[in-house]
């Protein structure tokens, strides 16, 4: 998104500094959230968000409003990335971790290897980047609705533990289904 600030309006400077303050008040904003709403209903919320405005930015007009869905967009983007690094480290037991945040990280760097791409597309049709990126966002957040909580919960220190864990789980699903 920030490679793409070009595309936005006349004024480039002025869309580089809009993005550069978006990106302190999201760390401040993820790290007040994660303590209050859970982490999945938190990212799929953001994702959806950043979604949607990066979407209207394809069929509003160079503009105001248009910086804005970007803005809006890029905060949300940003703030479900704070968000899913830290959801990360809390859904993988120690063990893995380290292993785990690495291959977030690749497909982070992967991310930015792809955005240059789609942003040179853009220039034409902002389908091609702004429809792009947001289509991205929205998968994300749906896939994150397959992920399993973890507000509140202890992490596991082996892969055994964490099987032992998610078993119990199931069977208490099972048991209050039968039940219930």
């Not at 998104?1 to 978006?22: D, E, K, Q, T």
């Not at 791409?117 to 289509?135: I, T």
């Not at 992920?147 to 964490?162: A, I, R, V, W």
């Amino acid at each position: 998104m920030p490679r793409n600030v070009g595309n936005l309006g006349p004024n480039l400077y002025l869309s580089v500094m809009y993005n550069a303050l978006a990106e302190l008040p999201s760390s401040i904003l993820s790290w007040l959230l994660m303590g209050r709403i859970n982490r999945r209903s938190l990212l799929i919320a953001l994702t959806a968000v950043a979604g949607l405005c990066s979407l209207a930015c394809v069929v509003i007009p160079q503009g105001a409003g248009r910086m804005a869905a970007e803005l809006l967009s890029f905060f949300a983007t940003c703030t479900a990335v704070s968000v899913i690094l830290m959801y990360c480290i809390e859904l993988f037991p120690t063990s893995v971790r380290n292993s785990a945040m690495g291959l977030v990280r690749q497909a982070l760097v992967l991310g930015g290897v792809a955005a240059p791409v789609l942003v040179a597309l853009g220039r034409d049709k902002s389908f091609l980047s702004f429809g792009a990126f947001g289509l991205v966002n929205g998968c994300f957040g749906m896939f994150a609705a397959c992920l399993p909580e973890t507000k509140g919960k202890g992490m596991s220190d082996t892969m055994d533990e964490q099987e032992e864990k998610e078993a119990a789980v199931a069977t208490c699903h099972l048991h209050r289904r039968r039940h219930g």
